[in-house]
């Protein structure tokens, strides 16, 4: 299990976030048909789709279809594709540290162009006025900067 490093996980991420329909707002990840997938518990590198279907009044149930393949990702959700945490069940303490120190450096990317800020990653890519080219903006800034402590 080779952990990438960091300059390498935010551009992976990068990729994943800039490809047609790669990003999302509120949820890691989704399929081609707006769905929220999630990594299988049973199955490491696989993917089921969560679906939520409305029974009774104000009940609801969810269940999880297998096979599905995520498309669109939230940075949380890119970094941690990238990273490769969803590919061998449980991510290591190793790939935890590295995702939460990553995700505080696009915070604080995200931050630095804006006022008043945003509290969390999360709130920053759910926010309404977020768009796609806003995240790519973030993980090309927060891959500038390794870059610049790599030299």
């Not at 450096?105 to 006025?129: C, H, I, K, V, Y």
Request: glycine share 8%.
């Amino acid at each position: 299990m080779n952990v990438k490093t960091d300059r390498e996980v935010i551009e992976g991420a990068l990729a994943i976030i800039e490809t047609e329909n790669g990003w999302t707002q509120g949820t890691y990840c989704r399929d081609a048909e707006g769905y929220e997938v999630l990594p299988d518990v049973d199955a490491p590198g696989e993917w089921v789709r969560l679906r939520t279907e409305r029974v009774g009044d104000g009940g609801y149930r969810a269940h999880t279809d297998t096979g599905a393949k995520p498309c669109s990702f939230c940075p949380q959700g890119a970094l941690r594709a990238a990273a490769g945490c969803w590919s061998f069940g449980l991510p290591s303490a190793e790939r935890e540290q590295q995702i939460d120190r990553l995700e505080q450096l696009l915070l604080e990317t995200a931050n630095s162009a804006a006022m008043p800020g945003w509290p969390s990653l999360p709130a920053f890519n759910d926010d309404s006025r977020t768009t796609q080219a806003d995240v790519v903006l973030v993980l090309k800034r927060a891959a500038a900067h390794l870059e610049a402590q790599e030299d």
